[in-house]
């Protein structure tokens, strides 16, 4: 019997343990997924919590639903790969042999690699939405916050999910218009970008949202540190902005397993062919989603868009034949933008967001870089495709490539 | 495309003056467009300079956390070599395309 290793139950992860598992002949290989959690969430739902539109239970189930019948799940925690032995050592000492191996270990944060980020404030006046109880702590303080001024950082790229804390920012200024204290909240959005977005059609479109919603836009800005006794944010070069409340979207970094076997860059995303996502140190080692370092978003769509890719060429490397697929960078998302709207963006490595229509020419029916009523609820609709159709590996009615179909390039 | 002579050799360079084609670059270059941009040229930018353009050449992403594994100096001093927006003023001078950051 040979031995498929997944490493991670996160979106990558689960929506490829139940692809392999179709596709590999059960009398000739064993699945097998490591993942050291019991809980997947939602992560797209994190931005819902601090303004009490969702709690934990509405984005949270057991990963177990999620795993196909004749795969062995192993509830534990990985320590490291070693590669020269095609084998993984988990941390209780256990090891496990591999024939080929995808590495699913996605990003984590790291707040601790900026000085004063971690410290005295944390979770009282400096909070993050990207974890459960960074975001269910803030929905607790926006409860009673009488106002001040609110900043939104994003420390450096590359981060999950680029737009979600431009989605925070629109969903900040409806959550406190509601509340009657708009006019008390001064919100600032603190980018290392140049502008709003990367990519200048959007980064146009979503500056002038900022604009009309007013908010502060402060742009170059890479964090350097967090003056906790003066509560104010610095960049490298000392440049200043003061807060009475900071949600920061720290740092990330890969998974420690990935430096620790030799595999990553220097922050700890596996390095990795950005086409066949094949580790370009070892042949038989895959990565999908945010653990490589591809220069694709960190979002769940690509992990989604890269899985039938990655299937295809293990199969072509299982098979001794040269690698059929390509990933050519697809991403799509919905951003909130408050008020009962939202915005549809997709595009690839090569092709910026577009305005236009999606996914059909004419008919659409989803606007794309456009706000609309149809992409908000597009979004909450979202959240079941997510469990009932996505984690499973089955297919949507969309392309995996970008498509220029209803796009417009004027 | 547009172009523009520095030091007796012309280059090619996009419309925000960043070059096209890195391999046209030499020291002497690099020179002349750092007094463009007001700064005297060091032992020091030039080391982080070889720095980017070798992570440019090798297809990796730059960026300002990336500087803090180079070896050759930190964050702050990176942005009192190149005062402003580093990154941004520091590919241009070592003569490779503006950083891109991926979403």
């Keep these: ?410 | 495309m547009a172009q523009k002579t520095y030091a007796g050799i012309t280059v090619d360079v996009n419309e925000e003056g960043y070059f096209t084609n890195p391999s046209q670059w030499t020291r002497e270059i690099a020179v002349e467009i750092a007094k463009e941009e007001g700064i005297v040229l060091t032992n020091q930018h030039f080391a982080i300079m070889e720095f980017l353009r070798n992570k440019h050449i090798k297809g990796e992403a730059l960026s300002i956390r990336s500087i803090n594994h180079s070896g050759v100096i930190d964050v702050k001093t990176f942005y009192q070599l190149f005062p402003g927006a580093p990154l941004k003023k520091a590919t241009k001078i070592a003569g490779i395309p503006k950083p891109a950051s991926c979403i």
């Design chain 1, 1 to 410: 019997m040979k031995n498929l290793l997944i490493l991670g139950a996160g979106t990558g992860g689960t929506i490829m343990v139940n692809k392999m598992r179709k596709r590999l002949p059960s009398g000739e290989w064993n699945v097998t997924i490591i993942e050291k959690e019991k809980d997947h969430f939602y992560q797209p739902g994190f931005l819902f919590i601090p303004f009490g539109y969702y709690d934990r239970n509405d984005i949270v189930k057991p990963n177990q639903k999620f795993f196909p019948k004749g795969v062995e799940v192993v509830n534990n925690e990985v320590d490291r790969i070693i590669t020269e032995e095609n084998k993984v050592i988990l941390k209780n000492g256990e090891s496990f042999q591999y024939d080929v191996l995808i590495i699913a270990t996605g990003a984590r944060l790291s707040p601790e690699d900026t000085p004063g980020l971690k410290a005295e404030l944390w979770h009282k006046s400096i909070f993050d939405f990207y974890t459960i109880e960074g975001a269910e702590t803030l929905a607790e303080f926006f409860k009673t916050w009488e106002g001040g001024n609110l900043v939104i950082d994003v420390a450096d790229n590359p981060i999950k999910c680029p737009v979600a804390p431009l989605e925070f920012a629109f969903y900040a200024d409806d959550f406190f218009t509601k509340r009657g204290i708009r006019n008390k909240v001064n919100i600032t959005y603190v980018t290392p970008m140049s502008g709003a977005f990367t990519r200048p059609k959007a980064s146009r479109m979503f500056g002038s949202l900022l604009q009309n919603k007013n908010i502060n836009l402060v742009t170059d800005f890479f964090l350097g540190e967090v003056d906790n006794g003066n509560k104010k944010i610095l960049d490298f070069g000392g440049r200043e902005v003061p807060f009475d409340c900071l949600v920061t979207v720290p740092l990330h970094s890969g998974d420690p397993v990935v430096s620790k076997s030799g595999l990553g860059d220097e922050f700890g995303f596996v390095k990795a062919d950005k086409n066949t996502l094949q580790s370009i140190l070892y042949k038989n080692i895959f990565v999908i989603g945010d653990a490589s370092n591809c220069p694709a978003s960190k979002a769940g769509s690509v992990a989604h868009f890269q899985a039938d890719t990655l299937e295809e060429n293990i199969i072509d490397y299982i098979e001794n034949k040269p690698m059929s697929a390509s990933f050519d960078g697809h991403s799509n998302c919905f951003i909130e933008t408050g008020f009962g709207k939202g915005i549809l963006i997709d595009f690839n490595y090569e092709t910026e967001p577009l305005p236009g229509l999606y996914p059909l020419p004419v008919v659409g029916p989803l606007t794309l870089l456009k706000e609309s009523r149809l992409n908000h609820f597009g979004k909450l609709m979202f959240k079941w495709i997510y469990w009932n159709i996505l984690l499973p590996g089955r297919k949507l009615p969309v392309t995996n490539y970008m498509s220029m179909k209803g796009k417009r390039t004027d």
